[in-house]
């Protein structure tokens, strides 16, 4: 049985304690036997070792029974290679995941009936929205989540690099929020309250950029290749399951007449008249109370990672009432060291605050930040364009040239001409957007979870990078071609066939490679250039800032060119703009290989800044 801490308890001192300190900051540097320190040769003792588990485990709390039994742990298993099994604070990561996971699948189990949403409503020319209407409205409906975003994630990360907020409660106010929002849209009835409700959900929610923060906080270097893939991975598992929740849940008065219906009882009577008044709440109303219930467990469940944030903050909810009703041990809460020499005299604590509030701020804005952050926008302008664009060309009607067709209107005397002037899209409904967007969440995570680990090895992580953009400018160039795939039906039934669906398959498992490996490689390109830890969730929330101003200039502009390609008979115009947007970025990767590179032989021989994050290039 483990006692509660006494008073002269080394643990209940905490970092005041200076012979602690000075074991600690003495163990933290000198990792073998009998390294010299300083002009000091350091022989490590249980009591440095003790007091090092103690008090400079930076991530996770320990039991001491544990950390004494890990001090006498092998090299070997020290030295273990980095992987899966391997990986420290698994509930941790898979508390982040579950939140990541969440988000996304409410945001693609939207994508799945947004278009159907927006045919529902009433315009003033009556219930027949034109094709670049839906167009137009669905990228509206993407910007104004980004809008916010542009100005409110730089706020959100140094939100979460602050001692009196940190990081975790940042991602509770936006896992809340965007829950509020779901619930909000499920009661819309105008495209102008689907607008608010989305706009709500992008101020209050500065998640990703946090996230990425506190994975690598709690990763760090030697993990951070696998421990980058969770975002991601959250993605493509949230862009298989949303689509099903959408699938299955909107319109269920249309899609299970015999159950919702009048055939199904009096309560499958009572169900219908509410679900035929809003047809799209069911979806959301389970996406809102999923996205409730794991704020919930992030509250009871997630530590805080930042060093130096209130105690009361960082511990979880759940072990904050266990301390409040004496029912947990004060040794579970460690703090982490701060990196430089200690002193053995005893420090007061308030000269502690004056010096951590004298001292100056790392300079963030290098070339290579710089560099990094055109990449980035670049790289999300047309990943962040795709789905919409996507979505609406699949749900396009398909050309028929002998049935006037006026939801798809063409230039007279219209005569389709390859390999360029072609028109029209898949007509695809609900059911069938599912299947597409669970494709391309399957074959995404399939990818991140199994090669990108080994392909980062092997290529390093900027030349992965830059391959990977060379892919995206195939699959958009290739994407329009899909509306003249023979078809097994006849417009204007949606398209199908073998064929087509190979295509579909193939096209978007391109797409999904190359985002797979480039963004996590992106994220990981971007915590290299902040200067410290303690900027993290600032450098973040600055590239979730930029990314934002890409979410609201990439589909308004995909839209523009649709709606261009559309009255001139070129569906292609949009995807091939595209095309050479993602060229561009390409580009940029190689600017930034070759930043890296000079920087790389620049410091080559000189001491590495203990502090300075690093990644393998």
Same mark, same amino acid.
């Given at each position: 049985?483990?006692? *509660?801490?006494? &008073?002269?308890?080394?643990?209940?001192?905490? +970092?005041?304690?200076?012979?602690?300190?000075?074991?600690?900051?003495?163990?933290?540097?000198?990792?073998?036997?009998?390294?010299?320190? &300083?002009?000091?040769? $350091?022989?490590?003792?249980?009591?440095?070792?003790?007091?090092?588990?103690?008090?400079?485990?930076?991530?996770?709390?320990?039991?001491?029974?544990?950390?004494?039994?890990?001090?006498?742990?092998?090299?070997?298993?020290?030295?273990?290679?980095? #992987?899966?099994?391997?990986?420290?604070?698994?509930?941790?990561?898979?508390?982040?995941?579950?939140?990541?996971?969440?988000?996304?699948?409410?945001?693609?189990?939207?994508?799945?009936?947004?278009?159907?949403?927006?045919?529902?409503?009433?315009?003033?020319?009556?219930?027949?929205?034109?094709?670049?209407?839906?167009?137009?409205?669905?990228?509206?409906?993407?910007?104004?989540?980004?809008?916010?975003?542009?100005?409110?994630?730089?706020?959100?990360?140094?939100?979460?690099?602050?001692?009196?907020?940190?990081?975790?409660? $940042?991602?509770?106010?936006?896992?809340?929020?965007?829950? =509020?929002?779901?619930?909000?849209?499920?009661?819309?009835?105008?495209?102008?309250?689907?607008?608010?409700?989305?706009?709500?959900?992008?101020?209050?929610?500065?998640?990703?950029?946090?996230?990425?923060?506190?994975?690598? &906080?709690?990763?760090? @270097?030697?993990?951070?290749?696998?421990?980058?893939?969770?975002?991601?991975?959250?993605?493509?598992?949230?862009?298989?399951? !949303?689509?099903?929740?959408?699938?299955?849940?909107? &319109?269920?008065?249309?899609?299970?007449?015999?159950?919702?219906?009048?055939? !199904? !009882?009096?309560?499958?009577?009572?169900?219908?008249?509410?679900?035929?008044?809003?047809?799209?709440?069911?979806?959301?109303?389970?996406?809102?109370?999923?996205?409730?219930?794991?704020?919930?467990?992030?509250?009871?469940?997630?530590?805080?990672?930042? @060093?130096?944030?209130?105690?009361?903050?960082?511990?979880?909810?759940?072990?904050?009432?266990?301390?409040?009703?004496?029912?947990?041990?004060?040794?579970?809460?460690?703090?982490?060291?701060?990196?430089? @020499?200690?002193?053995?005299?005893?420090?007061?604590?308030?000269?502690?605050?004056?010096? @951590?509030?004298?001292?100056?701020?790392?300079?963030?804005?290098?070339?290579?930040?710089?560099?990094?952050?055109?990449?980035?926008?670049?790289? +999300?302008?047309?990943?962040?364009?795709?789905?919409?664009?996507?979505? $609406?060309?699949?749900?396009?009607?398909?050309?028929?040239?002998?049935?006037?067709?006026?939801?798809?209107?063409?230039?007279?005397?219209?005569?389709?001409?390859? *390999?360029?002037?072609?028109?029209?899209?898949?007509?695809?409904?609900?059911?069938?957007?599912?299947?597409?967007?669970?494709?391309?969440?399957?074959?995404?995570?399939?990818?991140?979870?199994?090669?990108?680990?080994?392909?980062?090895?092997?290529?390093?992580?900027?030349?992965?990078?830059?391959? #990977?953009?060379?892919?995206?400018? =195939?699959?958009?160039?290739?994407?329009?071609?899909?509306?003249?795939?023979?078809?097994?039906?006849?417009?204007?039934?949606?398209?199908?066939?073998?064929?087509?669906?190979? =295509?579909?398959?193939?096209?978007?498992?391109?797409?999904?490679?190359?985002?797979?490996?480039?963004?996590?490689?992106?994220?990981?390109?971007?915590?290299?250039?902040?200067?410290?830890?303690?900027?993290?969730?600032?450098?973040?929330? =600055?590239?979730?800032?930029?990314?934002?101003?890409?979410?609201?200039?990439?589909?308004?502009?995909?839209?523009?060119?649709?709606?261009?390609?559309?009255?001139?008979?070129?569906?292609?115009?949009?995807?091939?703009?595209?095309?050479?947007?993602?060229?561009?970025?390409?580009?940029?990767?190689?600017?930034?290989?070759?930043?890296?590179?000079?920087?790389?032989?620049?410091?080559?021989?000189?001491?590495?800044?203990?502090?300075?994050?690093?990644?393998?290039?």
């Amino acid at each position: 049985m483990d006692a *509660p801490c006494q &008073d002269n308890c080394p643990r209940s001192r905490g +970092t005041g304690n200076p012979w602690a300190k000075h074991f600690a900051d003495v163990e933290m540097r000198s990792q073998t036997d009998g390294r010299s320190i &300083d002009g000091l040769q $350091v022989e490590k003792s249980h009591d440095a070792i003790f007091y090092s588990a103690a008090l400079a485990s930076p991530f996770r709390t320990e039991q001491l029974d544990k950390d004494q039994d890990d001090a006498h742990a092998s090299p070997a298993k020290e030295a273990a290679p980095a #992987s899966w099994a391997t990986m420290p604070n698994k509930d941790q990561l898979a508390l982040i995941f579950l939140a990541r996971l969440c988000e996304t699948a409410t945001n693609s189990s939207f994508q799945t009936y947004v278009v159907s949403q927006l045919r529902s409503f009433e315009t003033p020319h009556g219930n027949n929205s034109s094709v670049f209407t839906l167009a137009f409205q669905l990228s509206v409906l993407n910007a104004v989540v980004a809008g916010p975003q542009l100005f409110t994630s730089i706020l959100w990360g140094r939100l979460a690099d602050s001692r009196h907020m940190g990081r975790k409660y $940042v991602i509770l106010v936006g896992l809340i929020g965007t829950g =509020i929002g779901s619930l909000g849209l499920g009661a819309s009835k105008s495209f102008a309250a689907m607008v608010f409700w989305r706009f709500v959900a992008g101020f209050i929610n500065g998640n990703q950029g946090v996230m990425r923060a506190m994975i690598r &906080d709690i990763s760090g @270097d030697r993990f951070e290749s696998r421990a980058v893939l969770l975002m991601p991975a959250a993605f493509n598992v949230g862009s298989i399951v !949303g689509p099903v929740i959408g699938g299955l849940l909107a &319109d269920p008065a249309g899609s299970f007449p015999t159950v919702f219906g009048s055939g !199904g !009882g009096q309560h499958g009577r009572g169900a219908a008249r509410w679900l035929s008044n809003w047809p799209f709440a069911l979806p959301n109303v389970v996406n809102g109370m999923c996205l409730i219930l794991c704020a919930a467990l992030v509250s009871f469940g997630l530590e805080e990672t930042l @060093d130096g944030v209130n105690a009361r903050l960082a511990l979880p909810f759940a072990d904050g009432l266990k301390r409040i009703f004496g029912l947990k041990r004060c040794a579970q809460q460690y703090e982490r060291l701060a990196d430089k @020499d200690l002193e053995l005299e005893e420090q007061p604590e308030h000269a502690e605050k004056r010096a @951590d509030s004298r001292a100056p701020s790392p300079r963030i804005w290098t070339l290579r930040l710089v560099a990094t952050l055109v990449a980035r926008w670049l790289m +999300t302008v047309h990943v962040s364009a795709y789905p919409s664009l996507l979505l $609406v060309f699949i749900a396009t009607p398909r050309y028929n040239p002998a049935v006037a067709n006026n939801k798809l209107v063409v230039p007279k005397d219209y005569q389709p001409k390859a *390999p360029f002037a072609f028109t029209g899209g898949l007509s695809f409904r609900p059911g069938d957007i599912a299947v597409a967007l669970t494709i391309r969440g399957a074959a995404g995570l399939l990818l991140q979870l199994i090669f990108f680990p080994l392909l980062k090895n092997h290529f390093g992580l900027i030349r992965l990078y830059q391959y #990977s953009l060379l892919l995206f400018p =195939i699959a958009y160039f290739a994407t329009p071609y899909m509306s003249i795939v023979p078809s097994s039906s006849l417009p204007p039934m949606p398209a199908t066939g073998s064929l087509l669906w190979i =295509i579909i398959g193939a096209l978007l498992t391109i797409q999904t490679v190359a985002r797979s490996f480039a963004l996590p490689s992106s994220t990981m390109l971007l915590n290299a250039a902040s200067p410290n830890k303690s900027t993290l969730g600032t450098i973040n929330g =600055i590239g979730q800032s930029v990314s934002a101003a890409a979410r609201v200039f990439g589909p308004l502009l995909t839209a523009w060119l649709f709606d261009i390609g559309l009255k001139h008979g070129v569906i292609g115009i949009s995807w091939w703009a595209l095309a050479v947007i993602a060229a561009f970025a390409g580009l940029a990767g190689h600017w930034l290989k070759s930043l890296s590179r000079k920087e790389t032989e620049k410091t080559q021989g000189s001491t590495q800044n203990p502090r300075r994050l690093s990644v393998s290039i």
